[in-house]
């Protein structure tokens, strides 16, 4: 179920949208018309720019005459994925002189009469409490071990911790069964003075991440821009599930920039709503991991990861609109960064917006109150939402040493597909020799890319007795320019 919020001269309005029915700007005006606030489909106009609106009031009045840059109208054969619209994205809709029933709360006068009153009960109820969520959705993350290092190493010795960089995680689910243990002292102790333990059990999830892509992106210190749509990242992730990974959660580093003196927590307001937006999205078991420098007793810094969810709350909360959100990007804003252009007032202005700029310190700001440690609040501490996840480390089974992708250096060339599969043993089949995912997603734009999924998924099944047929061993080795 995707929502949108259709935003008219009368108000704003929910439309839930069933997966597969709402694939077009048609699909979502036909919807429009069935709800009871709609307006016939003929007399509507949709757009993604809020100017629609001001254009529409500006026709109204009288004796003036506006020029106004006139909006994009969307065409009814607009596809939502083209136009990247998401779930809690906003469209613009204006409908000329017709009238529509805009929703309201309904009071049944019967059963609550004028004067009626409710009982501090009643009215601490229906307060949205904010508490901590002791435990994640997951039990564990554990990291291939290269696929880390290769990431760290990347950020703290080529961008040396100034820029943000992002990475998807791909890899495996394990569930079993928690045996949990708790310890009630008897009221009446018998004569051994045991206590009785309580066996509960419980199924969990573990995770695996054997590779982290790390798609094309545009960062500064505060964040990196990524496109989920592009024809690579839709590629790498087809490869990816045919070597038996799925997305399973991303990755990224905090820069040495200065968040100022209120940035106590571990994320900031920005991390904390784009962790919930991908929980959201991909599902209650993602997990979002955060690299970062700390000085250690030695004044020497060292890097470390950290592995973290949002509360199911924080999730729930995110989804019914209660956090401060850029619209465009559907996270906490960030501050400006810091200009160069020699412009004194200009970088005084940028300056006061970054320390007035709570979003990036340790509080999270909300468009609706809550109550917290019962206090009404608009703004909650991120301790509340975060949930840290234990992180492990193993072997991966899916690097060779092929250098990663949309980096400065090293740039990958066919040469290092001769390198990749010399690396590996002599006596590992060639389909096990070819189990690289960013080897794999270099030769998707050397080849047709069936031909390179079907590779991928001789890669999965190498353990099980399955061999790459003897014409794509040719083709690799002839792009390899082995003899």
């Known amino acids: 179920m995707v929502l949108l919020r259709i935003r008219t001269r009368d108000g704003t309005e929910r439309l839930d949208c069933p997966e597969g029915e709402c694939k077009t700007i048609s699909d979502v005006q036909k919807r429009i018309a069935s709800q009871p606030w709609g307006v016939p489909v003929e007399k509507q106009t949709m757009s993604t720019d809020p100017s629609l609106l001001l254009l529409a009031s500006s026709s109204k009045e009288n004796g003036e005459k506006k020029t106004m840059e006139a909006p994009e109208i969307l065409s009814p054969r607009k596809t939502l994925k083209a136009l990247h619209l998401n779930h809690g994205d906003i469209l613009y809709m204006a409908y000329g002189d017709a009238e529509r029933q805009s929703t309201k709360m309904k009071v049944n006068v019967e059963t609550k009469p004028f004067g009626a009153k409710s009982t501090i009960d009643e009215m601490i109820a229906k307060q949205i409490r904010i508490g901590r969520q002791e435990r994640g959705n997951v039990a564990s993350v554990s990291f291939c071990g290269e696929a880390a ?3 760290q190493s990347y950020v703290n010795n080529t961008l040396g911790f100034k820029q943000s960089r992002f990475g998807w995680l791909y890899g495996t689910k394990t569930k079993k069964k928690r045996v949990e243990k708790t310890e009630e002292e ?7 003075g045991k206590k009785e333990e309580k066996e509960e059990e419980e199924e969990i999830t573990e995770l695996f991440a054997d590779v982290i892509y790390e798609p094309n992106q545009n960062g500064n210190a505060y964040v990196a821009f990524v496109d989920e749509e592009d024809e690579e990242s839709q590629t790498a992730d087809a490869i990816a599930n045919a070597m038996g990974y799925e997305r399973i959660g991303c990755v990224f580093n905090q820069s040495d920039a200065d968040r100022g003196d209120e940035s106590v927590s571990a994320m900031s307001a920005h991390e904390v709503t784009l962790c919930a937006k991908l929980q959201a999205k991909y599902g209650k078991e993602f997990v979002t991991v955060i690299v970062m420098q700390f000085e250690d007793e030695d004044d020497e810094m060292q890097v470390t990861f950290e592995a973290f969810q949002v509360s199911d709350q924080c999730v729930k909360l995110y989804e ?33 917006e970054h320390d007035s ?14 109550m917290v440690e019962r206090k009404d609040v608009t703004e909650v501490d991120n301790d509340f939402w975060i949930v840290a996840v234990p992180i492990k480390d193993h072997t991966g089974t899916s690097m060779s040493g092929f250098p990663i992708e949309n980096r400065l250096h090293p740039t990958q060339t066919a040469d290092d597909i001769r390198s990749a599969i010399n690396s590996r043993s002599a006596c590992s089949s060639y389909a096990e020799k070819l189990r690289d995912f960013h080897l794999l997603l270099f030769l998707s734009k050397q080849m047709d890319k069936n031909d390179v999924l079907a590779i991928a998924a001789s890669t999965n099944n190498y353990i099980d007795g399955g061999e790459l047929s003897e014409g794509y061993k040719v083709l690799i080795e002839a792009i390899a320019g082995i003899a």
């Open 357 to 370: 700029f709570s979003n990036w310190g340790s509080h999270t700001k909300l468009v609706k109150p809550v």
């Open 320 to 352: 019914e609109g209660f956090f401060e959100l850029d619209e465009e990007t559907g996270v906490a804003k960030l501050p400006n960064a810091s200009s160069s252009s020699g412009d004194d007032a200009q970088e005084k202005k940028e300056k006061e």
């Open 186 to 192: 008897e009221k009446n102790k018998g004569k051994n």
């Open 149 to 151: 290092n290769q990431f």
